[in-house]
Nanobody, 122 residues
Framework: QVQLVESGGGLVQPGGSLRLSCVAS????????SGWYRQAPGKQRELVATITSGGTTIYADSVKGRFTISRDNAKNTVSLQMNTLQPEDTAVYYC????????????????WGQGTQVTVSS
């Protein structure tokens, strides 16, 4: 079993910055893609950014130029640097790992973290 643990959420004023981190632990051989999603109250969960093991990134249009995703394959970590935060960025942010291959396990699985709250307010 693989666990994803997020950290770094909190309260920040508009225009401020936060850095989210996610560590994957368990019997992991490889992770195909890592990403961040968010869900605001009353809204569906949406993609924020993803990054493959090769470094290819995808960003939601709403965060391009403000957020940067990065990963450390050796440490099974993924981070999200969020700059120029706006109130509309307020949401619970979830870490995601796709195409996870575990030692001794047939097939690949996806995993989710528990989520971390980000609140942007003055």
């Amino acid at each position: 079993q693989v666990q994803l643990v997020e950290s770094g959420g909190g309260l920040v004023q508009p225009g401020g910055s936060l850095r989210l981190s996610c560590v994957a632990s368990g019997n992991i051989f490889s992770i195909g893609a890592s990403g961040w999603y968010r869900q605001a109250p009353g809204k569906q969960r949406e993609l924020v950014a993803t990054i493959t093991s090769g470094g290819t990134t995808i960003y939601a249009d709403s965060v391009k130029g403000r957020f940067t995703i990065s990963r450390d394959n050796a440490k099974n970590t993924v981070s999200l640097q969020m700059n120029t935060l706006q109130p509309e960025d307020t949401a619970v942010y979830y870490c995601n790992a796709e195409r996870v291959q575990e030692y001794g396990v047939f097939g690949q699985r996806a995993y989710w973290g528990q989520g971390t709250q980000v609140t942007v307010s003055s």
